[in-house]
């Protein structure tokens, strides 16, 4: 049993390395968007993507078996703070 439980939880170190490792990507891209938006004067905000996103989430999370609420709740919640830092970048450029 106590092998099994070492396996596993190697893997799930493993697997939460990799989620760090992705998000601080997507992070890096996230905030050129917010240069960007900010050198165009664009909202921090996109709704409409922000929809399509989640309708796409939701579609992959039911084909790989997750829970798409818990999906929605996620990209809502790594969305807030993506927003929270485009609204920054906004406030050092006026
Ligand atoms: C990154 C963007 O800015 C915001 C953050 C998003 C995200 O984290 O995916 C999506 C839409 C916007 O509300 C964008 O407009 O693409």
């Known amino acids: 049993m106590r092998a099994e439980l070492t396996r596993l ?15 601080a990507e997507r992070f890096k891209c996230t905030q050129q968007v917010g240069v960007l938006k900010a050198e165009h004067q664009l909202p921090p ?7 399509r996103q989640i309708a796409r989430l939701r579609e ?3 084909s790989a078996k997750l829970d798409p609420a818990f999906a929605e709740k996620l990209l809502n919640f790594i969305i807030a ?3 929270r830092h485009h609204e920054t970048i906004a406030d050092g450029t006026r």
Request: glycine share 0%.
């Open 81 to 83: 703070e993506v927003i």
């Open 60 to 62: 992959l999370a039911e």
């Open 9 to 23: 939880r190697d893997s799930i170190d493993n697997i939460d390395a990799a989620v760090v490792h992705m998000l």
């Open 45 to 51: 905000a996109d709704p409409a993507r922000e929809a």
